[in-house]
């Protein structure tokens, strides 16, 4: 900011982190209390030179306020100065404008090099009043000049940055809780749906893919602070035990993009949805996806490529029951057969069905010929009468051999 040069001959406020703090001098204490007497004039000067700044917040700021906040600043800085009690209404003036401002939007550095500004009015006008005797003795006091309005500029600075982080802690906790009833009404109340989208500035309409990760998953925290960066509609936040991601897509934003930045992230990831309503379904849906996720996993899985293991989880005992319904035959018959021989089976039914129900095909996977494959068919259907080439066994056996996995993880 541009300030007027001082005229020739002007007396200079030394620089008051090279000086040492001299004791009150009387002569200075009293100039500060006949200051008193010229706020006024002493606010329009200041006015002056921080219209330059003012005008980045001006509509943010009534004049009337700005005034008056000004006029209260100056009166406590020259009681300071002057020795004075401070009425209480004026010893709170730097906490209230630290925490108006932060309230109205009005960007800090602005705020402080506006307060900086206190210091070279007081002095100018110190300095007038001390008259050419007077100036020696007024320069062994700038020290306490300075630290005045320096207390000033710190109890802005410091309420300004307490109000900033109440603001934000509110702003998250009313984002968390607007996103939990979001779940909690499951789509159903259109004007919660409104509200949401309102607060978390996501769109009724948009499309959003959701993922989960059990636990406390930093990696997925880490993924949330990477989109932010790129304006992206999100929200992050813990439900029950697990991370919880919400990300609205857009022509920049791409399903494909978001799954780049979850690479290494170990989640459940469900179908992107077209509406807000649709959102507690797919985080129910990733949630159930992250529910299967082998131990050692590294990376996203999605609800496409789940789907069994999904099914069979959300089963509980029934899976459990089916696996033992239709694989109990390689383990209880009589007689029982070897534990390898059972698990040659398993692995060989598991190859064909995974495949394309070629015996040729499962053959070559298995480097067997494919008449071992035929017998190794034939003595599995023998075994628990489920017929891994017969359409309705083949779907029990691949749920049965999915739960059978999942009682082994």
Same mark, same amino acid.
């Given at each position: 900011m541009h300030t007027p040069t001082p005229p020739p001959g002007a007396l200079l406020p &030394? +620089? /008051? =982190?090279?000086?040492?703090?001299?004791? &009150? +001098? /009387? =002569?200075?204490?009293?100039?500060?209390?006949?200051?008193l007497e010229e706020i006024d004039s002493l606010v329009d000067e200041w006015a002056t030179y921080v219209g330059p700044v003012r005008a980045s917040?001006?509509?943010?700021?009534?004049?009337?306020?700005?005034?008056?906040?000004?006029?209260?600043?100056?009166?406590?800085?020259?009681?300071?100065?002057?020795q004075l009690p401070v009425p209480e209404h004026i010893a709170g003036?730097?906490?209230?404008?630290?925490?108006?401002?932060?309230?109205?939007?009005?960007?800090?550095?602005?705020l402080l090099q506006a307060a900086r500004v206190d210091f070279r009015v007081v002095w100018a006008a110190l300095v007038r009043r001390a008259g050419e005797e007077g100036r020696a003795q007024l320069v062994t006091s700038a020290y306490y000049v300075w630290e005045a309005v320096e207390r000033h500029v710190t109890g802005i600075m410091t309420a300004y940055q307490r109000t900033v982080l109440e603001m934000g802690r509110r702003t998250e906790d009313e984002r968390r809780l607007?996103?939990?009833?979001?779940?909690?009404?499951?789509?159903?109340?259109p004007t919660v749906v409104r509200d949401v989208a309102r607060a978390l500035g996501f769109q009724v309409p948009g499309q959003f893919l959701c993922a989960v990760a059990p636990g406390g998953e930093a990696s997925l925290r880490k993924v949330a602070n990477s989109l932010?960066?790129?304006?992206?509609?999100?929200?992050?936040?813990?439900v029950a035990s697990d991370t919880v991601l919400v990300v609205q897509l857009g022509p920049r934003l791409t399903w494909e993009a978001v799954l780049t930045h979850l690479r290494g992230t170990p989640c459940g990831v469900a179908r992107a949805v077209t509406g807000l309503t649709e959102v507690p379904r797919a985080v129910a849906l990733a949630t159930a996806t992250a529910r299967v996720l082998p131990p050692?996993?590294?990376e996203p899985h999605r609800l496409e490529d789940n789907w069994l293991d999904v099914l069979v989880h959300r089963a509980g005992d029934l899976g459990r029951d089916l696996a033992l319904d239709v694989l109990d035959g390689l383990y209880t018959g009589s007689p029982a057969i070897p534990a390898a021989e059972a698990e040659r089976l398993l692995e060989t039914v598991r190859v064909h069905l995974s495949g394309s129900g070629s015996v040729a095909d499962t053959a070559a996977a298995l480097y067997c010929h494919r008449n071992t494959i035929q017998q190794r068919l034939n003595r599995f259907a023998d075994l628990t009468a489920r017929d891994p080439r017969r359409p309705e066994d083949a779907a029990l056996i691949v749920l049965a051999l999915s739960a059978h996995r999942m009682q082994q993880m």
């Open positions: &030394p +620089d /008051p =982190h090279t000086v040492e703090p001299p004791a &009150p +001098d /009387p =002569h200075v204490i009293a100039l500060a209390r006949e200051c917040y001006s509509d943010l700021v009534s004049r009337h306020e700005f005034r008056d906040s000004a006029w209260q600043a100056f009166e406590l800085l020259l009681r300071t100065v002057a003036v730097s906490e209230r404008v630290g925490e108006g401002r932060a309230r109205q939007g009005v960007p800090l550095d602005a607007w996103f939990s009833r979001l779940l909690d009404t499951e789509g159903r109340n932010r960066a790129l304006d992206a509609p999100l929200q992050q936040q813990a050692d996993a590294t």
